[in-house]
């Protein structure tokens, strides 16, 4: 039995020496209104935040768990322009005609 034990945690501490780190995503530098955002969306650390993003023209979209923000650039920066309940990001691209 003790001999079982040695081999299932020897195995265990093989596995786990050959998974790979998480890598970092944290840029370099960020902007300070990107920060400010972040910082916002998170209730300054007391929540975790999980989403997608990404920006197609003029349109900048963002995924959250409850649905997909559409922004619109106008000039000076992007404003709500719709939030699709429901939707993922690939949906809502879909929507608005991007592949």
Avoid: C, W
């Amino acid at each position: 039995m003790p001999r079982r034990i040695a081999l299932l945690l020897s195995l265990v501490a093989l596995l786990s020496a050959a998974a790979p780190a998480p890598k970092a995503l944290a840029p370099d530098a960020i902007p300070h209104p990107m920060a400010l955002f972040l910082a916002q969306l998170s209730a300054e650390g007391k929540k975790s935040v999980t989403f997608k993003a990404t920006a197609v023209g003029t349109r900048f979209f963002l995924e959250e768990p409850v649905g997909v923000t559409v922004y619109t650039y106008d000039g000076s920066g992007y404003r709500k322009t719709e939030f699709l309940k429901n939707f993922t990001l690939a949906k809502a691209l879909k929507k608005y005609g991007v592949k």
